[in-house]
T-cell receptor, first 111, second 116 residues
Framework: GQQVMQIPQYQHVQEGEDFTTYCNSS?????IQWYKQRPGGHPVFLIQ?????EVKKQKRLTFQFGEAKKNSSLHITATQTTDVGTYFC???????????FGKGTKLSVIP | EAGVAQSPRYKIIEKRQSVAFWCNPI?????LYWYQQILGQGPKLLIQ????????DSQLPKDRFSAERLKGVDSTLKIQPAKLEDSAVYLC??????????????FGEGSRLTVL
């Protein structure tokens, strides 16, 4: 079945430093979504990418979808303590209906 | 707009007992999902409904798990008998669309199950 891998599993950064998490799929994706889960909370949708090579920005967050539609990344510029949480990518395989989540990257921000 | 409602929030049972979780999606959302999230892992899809039909239940352990979505609105997930490895948070989510491009999934607060 489809697998979605994320690296790194954990990331500790000083407040103000940048952060990047990477997502790779074993199969071509029709689209990819990113979610954020705060400690003790539930996943909250951040963005969906559909087109090959697509880049979207939300304030300090930049999302990219690879040209081959098998990988994606989330970059946060100048992290803040409010960015703390686990970031998940989730992809739908081509021809599939199933949204498969990666294991997530847990971000800690040291003030 | 009301979000996805789930109950109970917490449940503690002994192995081999049964448990049921309830979910009421956002009004008008066609697609409803049940995910299992074990501590430290990403959500794993158990079952996906579009209206009252099952779209995907390939990862549902059908010997012990069952789910239904009567009338295409709310849904119940049942586990019988429970095993220790079923300890997890059971997340219900809904989306407006269906098919491969579902758009945003809205998650409920989850039901945390502990099996002793």
């Amino acid at each position: 079945g489809q697998q979605v891998m994320q690296i790194p599993q954990y990331q500790h950064v000083q407040e103000g430093e940048d952060f990047t998490t990477y997502c790779n799929s074993s199969t071509t994706l029709s689209n990819i979504q990113w979610y954020k889960q705060r400690p003790g909370g539930h996943p909250v949708f951040l963005i969906q990418l559909v087109k090959s090579g697509e880049v979207k920005k939300q304030k300090r967050l930049t999302f990219q979808f690879g040209e081959a539609k098998k990988n994606s990344s989330l970059h946060i510029t100048a992290t803040q303590t409010t960015d703390v949480g686990t970031y998940f990518c989730a992809g739908v395989g081509a021809g599939s209906y199933q949204l498969t989540f990666g294991k997530g990257t847990k971000l800690s921000v040291i003030p | 707009e009301a979000g996805v409602a789930q109950s109970p929030r917490y449940k503690i049972i002994e192995k081999r007992q049964s448990v049921a979780f309830w979910c009421n999606p956002i009004s008008g959302h066609a697609t409803l999902y049940w995910y299992q999230q074990i501590l430290g892992q990403g959500p794993k899809l158990l079952i996906q409904f579009q209206n009252n039909g099952v779209v995907d239940d390939s990862q549902l352990p059908k010997d012990r798990f069952s789910a239904e979505r009567l009338k295409g609105v709310d849904s119940t997930l049942k586990i019988q008998p429970a095993k220790l490895e079923d300890s997890a948070v059971y997340l219900c989510a809904s989306s407006l669309g269906g098919g491969p491009n579902t758009g945003e999934l809205f998650f409920g607060e989850g039901s945390r199950l502990t099996v002793l």
